[in-house]
Structure formats: C-alpha cells, structure tokens
C-alpha cells in the first residue's frame, strides 16, 4: 500500500484476499437479502468460506448456518470451529441439497469451476452469492428475480480457467481469450455499489429471489481492507517495522 510514494505496509495476501471478497458478500447480503433473514446455507469449507460466514453475521443475525462440502471431516472440523467463531451453530449437513432447500441464503464458496448448486433447491425469497459464478450456473443465476453484478469489467481484464473462451481472428494462439457472454446476460445486470447508493432498485418484496454475482476482483477492494487492516495493527502494536531505506533509492537505472 502506497500514498505519496510511501510504502505504508506489505500485508498476506491470503487474509487480505478473504475479507475482502466476504465483505463484497456481506454487501451483497445487507442490500439484498430479505431484512429477516435468519438461516444461510453454505457450499465449500475453506479459507473463503471462513471469512463469508464471518460477514454473513455481520450482516444479518443469523440462526444456524448449513454447510456442506464433499470431505465429511473438513466439513466438520469446519462447522465445529466456526461454531466457536460466530457464536451460532455451524451444521455440517451430509448431502448438498440441505445447504440450501428452505434456507434464507445460499453461498457458494467452493474452489470449483463447475456447478456446486441446482435450480430446484433454491427456495422462494432466497438470496444466492457466490464468490465466482463458476459455481452457480446460469440456470441458477436465471431463476432470480434481481441479479447484481460486482462489476461490468469483466473482458478482457479477467480470465477464469473453465468458462470458456472466445478468439479473435489471428490472435496470438499463446494469448489467453477474452470471457464468453452467458446466453442469459448476467453481465449486464447493475452493479452492487449502484444498489446501494440508490441508482438502481433493489429487493421489492419478500418473495424475490436475489443474486449476487462476485464476478470480478477489483484493486479497491484490497486498498479498503488493507488499511482497515493497518489502522487494526497500528492501534494494537502489532507487525513488524521495516526500515524504509529497504524499499527505496537514490540511484535510477
């Protein structure tokens, strides 16, 4: 992190990257999920999926959270661990379909390119996410009634293994292609940060499923959560001081 060419701090990336794409899904959840949600349904039990049930609670007061993945013991070292977290059960639930039928919202947090969750499990009034749509398929994404997007950047600054690409005649065959555009238009749905400042319209009812599409990474994210993240450690004393002679020269090459 930089300002006025003074490097501030070198963070882990790995913590950084957690928060930042759960607090997107809290986001997500506080604009557009039903304000009495109370149940979340979860896929996946990593580092990811950690830090979105952290953000889910903030964003919602949650009864239970259901989670599944296909390893029984990550799963369940994963509901034992977050239970303590959060200070609400964290069920491990044995097949997928129960992290998701009945429940207020679903998350995908999976490192799967293909689809985690079918259609018919997602219940009326439901709020879906996902921390890349991979995971949900458009057939999910087309059963709601209002889709957010992270952005509308999505070609050709991002590229997923697995989506499916598109060439230009006489491209580079070494260079990577640029997104393929869903048949049903995700892409084009209103950003997230459009919802929330008010220039796009949000939920309406209780009964209209919403999703949130977290289909691109953006630099802000990191720079918002890194200096959180520095003011934290400043106030505790915490991380090591580096001298800044190690980062800079009085020489140009």
Same mark, same amino acid.
């Given at each position: ?29 506080? %604009? ?5 949600? &109370?149940?979340?349904?979860? %896929? ?23 989670? %599944? ?6 799963? !369940? ?19 997928? !379909? ?26 009326? =009034? ?16 087309? &059963? ?8 509308? @950047?999505?070609?050709? !600054?991002? %590229?997923?293994?697995?989506?499916? !690409? ?18 049903? =238009? ?16 949000? @939920?309406?009812?209780? &009964? ?32 090591? @001081?580096?001298?800044? =002679? ?8």
């Amino acid at each position: 992190m930089c300002s006025s060419d003074l490097m501030l701090a070198i963070l882990p990336d790995g913590v950084v990257q957690g928060f930042r794409v759960a607090a997107t899904g809290g986001l997500g959840i506080k %604009y557009l999920a039903r304000p009495d949600a &109370k149940t979340m349904g979860l %896929y996946g039990a990593g580092w990811q999926a950690e830090t979105q049930v952290i953000s889910a609670c903030e964003a919602r007061r949650l009864d239970y959270v259901k989670v %599944y993945s296909p390893t029984r013991a990550k799963r !369940e070292e994963f509901a034992q661990r977050l239970s303590q977290r959060v200070g609400i059960p964290v069920i491990a639930v044995d097949r997928p !379909e129960e992290a998701a039928i009945g429940l207020d919202i679903v998350a995908a947090t999976t490192n799967s390119i293909t689809q985690v969750i079918k259609p018919d499990w997602i219940s009326t =009034g439901t709020h879906i996410s996902c921390v890349k749509h991979l995971e949900l398929g458009d057939d999910v994404i087309a &059963k709601a009634d209002l889709v957010a997007v992270h952005s509308h @950047r999505t070609t050709p !600054e991002n %590229y997923m293994i697995g989506q499916g !690409e598109t060439r230009i005649e006489g491209q580079d065959p070494n260079e990577k292609g640029a997104h393929q555009v869903s048949d049903i =238009g995700w892409e084009s749905s209103p950003e997230l940060h459009t919802i929330m400042g008010g220039g796009a319209a949000g @939920r309406t009812d209780s &009964k209209q499923i919403t999703c949130f599409v977290n289909n691109i990474g953006l630099g802000l994210q990191f720079a918002a959560v890194g200096a959180l993240i520095l003011d934290k450690a400043n106030e505790r004393g915490l991380g090591i @001081r580096l001298p800044d =002679g190690w980062f800079t020269e009085d020489v140009h090459p």
